[in-house]
T-cell receptor, first 117, second 115 residues
Framework: NAGVTQTPKFRILKIGQSMTLQCAQD?????MYWYRQDPGMGLKLIYY???????DKGEVPNGYNVSRSTTEDFPLRLELAAPSQTSVYFC???????FGRGDSPLHFGNGTRLTVT | DQQVKQNSPSLSVQEGRISILNCDYT??????FLWYKKYPAEGPTFLIS???IKDKNEDGRFTVFLNKSAKHLSLHIVPSQPGDSAVYFC??????????????WGLGTSLAVNP
C-alpha cells in the first residue's frame, strides 16, 4: 500500500517553462488536494477535488491548473513558471471531507521541491 | 491575517521531559483542531485532533488541550523521545459560506528532543 505518491521529488524550471506535477493515491479516496508550502510558511491550498471530474479552486490557484480524470490521479499543471512558484508542493488525499474532524485525516505525499530560476 | 498562530518557531526539550507546543486562533467558528507532525523530506502525518466541544483529547503520549475562552490549544508530549523531533503543525477547520470544509494551517513549531 503506497499511499500518496508524488513525482518528481525535485525539479528546476526556467522562467516561462511548464511542467506537470504528478500525484497518485491507491487508497480509493474521493478527495484530493494540492498544497504549497513556502519557506517559513504554513500550507496553502491550491486546488482540490471531491471526485473524478470535479475540481475547485483553493486559496492560491493562480498560475496552476488541475484535472481529475480518475479517482487515483490528480496532476497539477504549472503554465509559464514564475519565481514566485518556487515552493514545496504537497499532494494529499482523504476518504471524506471530514478530514477536519480527524475521522478522515489528510494523507500526504512526500512532496515535490520546485525551483524556478 | 494569520487565523492560526504558532508563536514559537522552535522548541528544545530533554528526552523524558514534557514538550508543550502552543497554538492560538482568532476565528471562533473553528469547530475542529488538528495537529500534524512532519519529518524532513516527508509529508505531514496526522497526529491527534480535538472537537471544539471538548477540552481534552488523549492518545498515548500525546494530549491536546483546548481553551475556547482563550482561543488557545496546546499539544503535550509526555515523555518526549528523540523520535518526536519534527515540525508540528496546528490546523483548524470550519465550514465556509459555500458549505465546504476548510483547513487553516499554522506556520509550525520545530521540536528538538535532545538525548
Amino acid at each position: 500500500n503506497a499511499g500518496v505518491t508524488q513525482t518528481p521529488k525535485f525539479r528546476i524550471l526556467k522562467i516561462g517553462q511548464s511542467m506537470t506535477l504528478q500525484c497518485a493515491q491507491d487508497m480509493n479516496h474521493n478527495y484530493m488536494y494540492w498544497y504549497r508550502q513556502d519557506p517559513g510558511m504554513g500550507l496553502k491550498l491550491i486546488y482540490y477535488s471531491v471526485g473524478a471530474g470535479i475540481t475547485d479552486k483553493g486559496e492560491v490557484p493562480n498560475g496552476y491548473n488541475v484535472s481529475r480524470s480518475t479517482t487515483e490521479d490528480f496532476p497539477l499543471r504549472l503554465e509559464l513558471a514564475a519565481p514566485s512558484q518556487t515552493s514545496v508542493y504537497f499532494c494529499a488525499s482523504s476518504y471524506s471531507d471530514y478530514f477536519g474532524r480527524g475521522d478522515s485525516p489528510l494523507h500526504f505525499g512526500n512532496g515535490t521541491r520546485l525551483t524556478v530560476t | 491575517d494569520q487565523q492560526v498562530k504558532q508563536n514559537s518557531p522552535s522548541l528544545s526539550v530533554q528526552e523524558g521531559r514534557i514538550s508543550i507546543l502552543n497554538c492560538d486562533y482568532t476565528n471562533s467558528m473553528f469547530d475542529y483542531f488538528l495537529w500534524y507532525k512532519k519529518y524532513p523530506a516527508e509529508g505531514p502525518t496526522f497526529l491527534i485532533s480535538i472537537s471544539s466541544i471538548k477540552d481534552k483529547n488523549e492518545d498515548g503520549r500525546f494530549t491536546v488541550f483546548l481553551n475556547k475562552s482563550a482561543k488557545h490549544l496546546s499539544l503535550h508530549i509526555v515523555p518526549s523521545q528523540p523520535g518526536d523531533s519534527a515540525v508540528y503543525f496546528c490546523a483548524a477547520s470550519s465550514i465556509d459560506a459555500g458549505n465546504n470544509r476548510k483547513l487553516i494551517w499554522g506556520l509550525g513549531t520545530s521540536l528538538a528532543v535532545n538525548p
